[in-house]
């Protein structure tokens, strides 16, 4: 005899599942606050994009985590979608570089990504990502050393 799949069951993993994808990704800060602030309104929601884009999409074996990263700059790039940008941004230059899981970003992969966004989405997306980019590394104090624009 077959055990009956048990969807309440199924549906608190792929959210646990969820959760640790978030948390590696994202980092346990972001996480955790977007969990203190789940609300009447929004739980639902917060639930729907842990088990649906972090389990469902970001547990999936098809790419690494890196590229999903990546996908996710140079969409977001694309669509103008600038806060979301930003949090993947922050939280790739923050990933332990040893973790591939965390999908850690470098400058020399940002910096491609952007010159890639720029032909196919437009420079001005390219030109604000490359702003957005430069504040995140303020912040972090990590700005990059000085080039010389002559060829």
């Known amino acids: 005899m077959q055990n009956k799949p048990n969807p309440a069951s199924e549906a608190a993993d792929s959210l646990q599942r969820g959760l640790v994808n978030r948390r590696r990704v994202l980092g346990n800060?972001?996480?955790?606050?977007?969990?203190?602030?789940?609300?009447?309104?929004?739980?639902?929601?917060?639930?729907?994009?842990?088990?649906?884009?972090?389990?469902?999409?970001?547990?999936?074996?098809?790419?690494?985590?890196?590229?999903?990263?990546?996908?996710?700059?140079?969409?977001?790039?694309?669509?103008?979608?600038?806060?979301?940008?930003?949090?993947?941004?922050?939280?790739?230059?923050q990933a332990d570089p040893a973790d591939s899981e965390a999908a850690p970003l470098d400058l020399d992969t940002i910096r491609e990504v952007l010159l890639q966004t720029a032909v196919y989405a437009g420079v001005p997306a390219g030109n604000t990502g490359m702003a957005v980019t430069l504040k995140v590394l303020g912040e972090l104090g990590r700005m990059p050393e000085a080039a010389s624009f002559a060829p």
């Open 29 to 93: 800060a972001w996480v955790d606050r977007s969990v203190e602030n789940a609300n009447v309104l929004n739980v639902e929601f917060q639930r729907m994009i842990t088990a649906y884009a972090w389990d469902g999409i970001w547990s999936r074996p098809g790419l690494e985590r890196r590229t999903r990263r990546i996908m996710v700059l140079a969409i977001t790039a694309a669509m103008g979608r600038w806060e979301e940008f930003e949090l993947h941004i922050r939280t790739g230059l």
